[in-house]
C-alpha cells in the first residue's frame, strides 16, 4: 500500500516562511508527478504547483516568485518551499501522486496525502 504524508505546516505572520514536505511511503519503484495542491473550506481545492518525474516544474499564477517545489528521489519526498506568505495562502495543502509503481507492479493513480494546515496571519 502506498501512503503520502504531508508535514511542515503551521502558523506563520505575513512576510515569512514555510516548508511543507510529502513523504510516500512503501516500496515504491517510481511516481510520475506529483502535486500541491491547497483548500479553503467553502471553496474548491486549487492547484499550487506540480513536479514531474523529470524535474519539469509548473506553478499556479498566484505563488509564481513565491514558492518553489522539488523533490528527493531516493526519500520519495516532494517538498514546498514557501517564501513571502500572504493571509491569503491560509488553507489546508494537501499532495497528490498521479501515479506509483510498487517493487510488485501494482499501479496506484491519485494518491492523496491528509493534508496540513498553513496559517498565515499576524
Known amino acids: 500500500q502506498v501512503q503520502l504524508v504531508e508535514s511542515g505546516g503551521g502558523l506563520v505572520q505575513p512576510g515569512g516562511s514555510l516548508r511543507l514536505s510529502c513523504a510516500a511511503s512503501g516500496s515504491i519503484v517510481s511516481i510520475n508527478a506529483m502535486v500541491w495542491y491547497r483548500q479553503v473550506p467553502g471553496k474548491q481545492r486549487e492547484l499550487v504547483a506540480v513536479?514531474?518525474?523529470?524535474?519539469?516544474?509548473n506553478y499556479a499564477d498566484f505563488v509564481k516568485g513565491r514558492f518553489t517545489i522539488s523533490k528527493d528521489n531516493a526519500k520519495n519526498t516532494v517538498y514546498l518551499q514557501m517564501n513571502s506568505l500572504k493571509p491569503e495562502d491560509t488553507a489546508v495543502y494537501y499532495c497528490?501522486?498521479?501515479?506509483?509503481?510498487?517493487?510488485?507492479?501494482?499501479?496506484?493513480?491519485?494518491?492523496w496525502g491528509q493534508g496540513t494546515r498553513v496559517t498565515v496571519s499576524s
Open positions: 513536479i514531474t518525474s523529470g524535474g519539469t516544474t
Open positions: 497528490r501522486a498521479d501515479q506509483v509503481r510498487d517493487a510488485v507492479g501494482t499501479y496506484y493513480y491519485g494518491v
